[in-house]
């Protein structure tokens, strides 16, 4: 069955610090990837999103996201963390020609210390 | 991108009653997503709702638990039946744009404890 992995239950880092969130999918065939935020107390927010072209895709709030094929990644990263980073991250496929369904990550919860 | 609203934004419900989540949206689309994201998870589909036709449920969601409706192309129910405290979640819709199927946009979701 597809699934999506997120390698990191709880991370927690210093402002400035650089990040990176692993995802990882399971299966073979076309696939968009999205990473979603969830600021504490609000509802979900597209960070961005890779459909095809060039597999490093640049988001909101200046994270970016790489989609190497032939690991089955799209790992999200930022350099410079904030503080207002603090929020659980989310990564989900959508399988092509399944209708639009999002298969969601377990989460990840990010912790920013100022 | 498309407007979600959703009503009730939380309610606390007694064990063995039913409660009726709406979602409108500003604009017509085909499909809508009903996912349910329980305490400190992920979010899990429970079904897809075409309007003029039956939902598809996802494995391990019922019509019976979850029934759905899909009046018109901007408005979908779903009820969440004979509660237990185990069905305590954030419920939330979801759609794709109107000319991209393939991202989507989420409601506000509703928070529902079950007492």
């Known amino acids: 069955a597809q699934s999506v992995s997120q390698h990191n239950h709880h991370v927690i880092l210093s402002e400035a610090a650089s990040l990176e969130l692993g995802c990882n999918y399971s299966?073979?065939?076309?696939?968009?990837l999205f990473w979603y935020v969830q600021y504490p107390g609000q509802h979900l927010q597209l960070l961005l999103k890779?459909?095809?072209?060039?597999?490093l895709v640049k988001g909101i709030k200046g994270f970016e996201a790489e989609f190497i094929k032939s690991k089955f990644s799209f790992n999200l990263r930022k350099p410079s963390v904030q503080w207002s980073d603090t929020a659980e991250y989310f990564c989900?496929?959508?399988?092509?020609?399944?209708?639009?369904?999002?298969?969601f990550g377990q989460g990840t919860e990010l912790s920013v210390k100022p | 991108s498309a407007v979600i609203s959703q009503k009730p934004s939380r309610d606390i419900c007694q064990r063995g009653t039913s409660l009726t989540i709406q979602c409108q949206v500003d604009?017509?689309?085909?499909?809508m997503f009903w996912y349910r994201q329980q305490p400190g998870q992920s979010l899990t589909l429970i079904a897809t709702?075409?309007?003029?036709?039956?939902?598809?449920?996802e494995s391990g969601f019922v019509i019976d638990k979850f029934p759905i409706s899909r009046p018109n192309l901007t408005f979908s129910t779903l009820t969440v039946s004979n509660m237990s405290p185990e069905d305590s979640s954030i419920y939330l819709c979801?759609?794709?744009?109107?000319?991209?199927?393939?991202?989507?946009?989420f409601g506000p979701g509703t928070r529902l404890t079950v007492l």
């Open positions: 604009s017509q689309v085909t499909m």
């Open positions: 890779y459909f095809s072209g060039d597999p």
């Open positions: 709702a075409n309007q003029g036709s039956e939902a598809t449920y």
């Open positions: 989900a496929a959508m399988i092509y020609n399944q209708g639009g369904k999002l298969i």
């Open positions: 299966y073979g065939g076309t696939v968009n």
């Open positions: 979801s759609v794709p744009p109107r000319q991209n199927n393939n991202e989507q946009f």
